[in-house]
């Protein structure tokens, strides 16, 4: 079965501080990765998608790794800022098909960075 | 650029009821999504669209109703709301169906069925 596990569920961190959000996925085939961030009472806005020829990919404080040996990818956060809180959901596709359904998403990490 | 809007933002309605939820994009794009964000879950697809009047079951489609008569509007409807579809609903747009485009969300649609 296609799945996205996301871990930790939550994390609290203090303003400046860098922390490391974790993916795993049981996705085949792969086509992509793809880290989004979603404020309270918003919609997701994307991060960075990664194929699987990518390995690190940066957006600003933010950088994604993808080891798709291990099917496992993260998103790390250097010098967090307040408005860094918000949740972070890990999404896979896979290209069984063809179509642009086959997104799996993960039940996200809720972020709290506190002064 | 207004982008991708739904409306209403919130919602409360009645068992039973029918209930339509819109979606707008100034984009152009060809695909559209409707998702729903639960508690305890990933967003799960419930129907998406390649482009007008063509329109595709996802993952939790039972009880809802899309259509698609222009590019820019993909409505969704709720026939017959029952409580299990109090969610918060998410519309998305993008403008290819290969899987390396991005898809960009609406602000999403509180809705309570009571």
């Known amino acids: 079965k296609n799945q996205v596990e996301q871990s930790p569920q939550s994390l609290i961190i203090l303003e400046g501080k860098n922390c490391t959000l974790q993916?795993?996925?049981?996705?085949?085939?792969?086509?992509?990765l793809r880290w989004y961030k979603q404020d309270t009472g918003r919609g997701p806005v994307s991060l960075t998608i990664?194929?699987?020829?990518?390995n690190t990919k940066s957006n600003g404080r933010y950088t994604a790794t993808l080891d798709a040996d291990t099917k496992q990818s993260s998103l790390h956060i250097t010098a967090s800022q307040l408005s860094d809180s918000a949740s972070y959901i890990c999404?896979?596709?896979?290209?069984?098909?063809?179509?642009?359904?086959?997104?799996?998403f993960g039940k996200g990490t809720k972020l709290s960075v506190k002064p | 650029d207004a982008g991708i809007t739904q409306s209403p933002r919130y919602k409360i309605t009645e068992t039973g009821r029918q209930v339509t939820l819109m979606c707008h994009q100034t984009?152009?794009?060809?695909?559209m999504f409707w998702y729903r964000q639960d508690l305890g879950h990933g967003l799960r697809l419930i129907y998406y669209?390649?482009?007008?009047?063509?329109?595709d079951k996802g993952e939790v489609s039972d009880g809802y109703v899309v259509s698609r008569s222009k590019t820019e509007n993909f409505p969704l409807t709720l026939e017959s709301a029952t409580r299990s579809q109090t969610s918060v609903y998410f519309c998305?747009?993008?403008?290819?169906?290969?899987?390396?485009?991005?898809?960009?969300f609406g602000p999403g649609t509180r809705l309570t069925v009571t």
């Open positions: 999404v896979v596709s896979s290209n069984y098909g063809g179509s642009q359904g086959n997104l799996i």
């Open positions: 669209s390649a482009a007008a009047d063509i329109t």
């Open positions: 990664m194929t699987f020829s990518e």
């Open positions: 998305a747009s993008s403008e290819s169906r290969s899987l390396s485009y991005e898809q960009y």
């Open positions: 993916c795993n996925y049981t996705v085949s085939p792969f086509s992509n």
């Open positions: 984009w152009s794009h060809s695909y």
